[in-house]
């Protein structure tokens, strides 16, 4: 009998472990992550700048100049080309000649 209620006794402590620490995964798992911030890389005044999406004021300014590049990627330059972080930024610089 006393076998029983310890064996018991441990279930229920594990299932209460396991409650627990499922319960601890959902809340992280449901908290929203801030969204990154969005950059565009498009053309400002005949050259390449980068800027905050939400912004018309340039963060910095390259000298890649629109006039000089292939037409293709001088129409993307003057959509704006969205950034996600500063690798995709130095891949895309230098695949436009800087």
């Given at each position: 009998?006393?076998?029983?209620?310890?064996?018991?006794?441990?279930?229920?402590?594990?299932?209460?472990?396991?409650?627990?620490?499922?319960?601890?995964?959902?809340?992280?798992?449901?908290k929203?992550?801030?969204?990154?911030?969005?950059?565009?890389?498009?053309?400002?005044?005949?050259?390449?700048?980068?800027?905050?999406?939400?912004s018309?004021?340039?963060?910095?300014?390259?000298?890649?100049?629109?006039?000089?590049?292939?037409?293709?990627?001088?129409?993307?330059?003057?959509?704006?080309?969205?950034?996600?972080?500063?690798?995709?930024?130095?891949?895309?610089?230098?695949?436009?000649?800087?």
């Amino acid at each position: 009998m006393k076998k029983w209620v310890s064996v018991t006794l441990c279930a229920a402590i594990v299932l209460a472990v396991c409650v627990g620490a499922a319960l601890v995964s959902l809340s992280v798992l449901q908290k929203p992550e801030a969204e990154p911030e969005r950059y565009i890389l498009r053309d400002y005044n005949g050259h390449a700048a980068l800027f905050e999406e939400t912004s018309d004021v340039p963060l910095a300014e390259y000298e890649i100049y629109t006039v000089l590049l292939p037409e293709e990627d001088a129409e993307l330059l003057r959509e704006g080309i969205p950034i996600s972080d500063q690798n995709q930024l130095q891949t895309l610089l230098e695949d436009l000649g800087l």
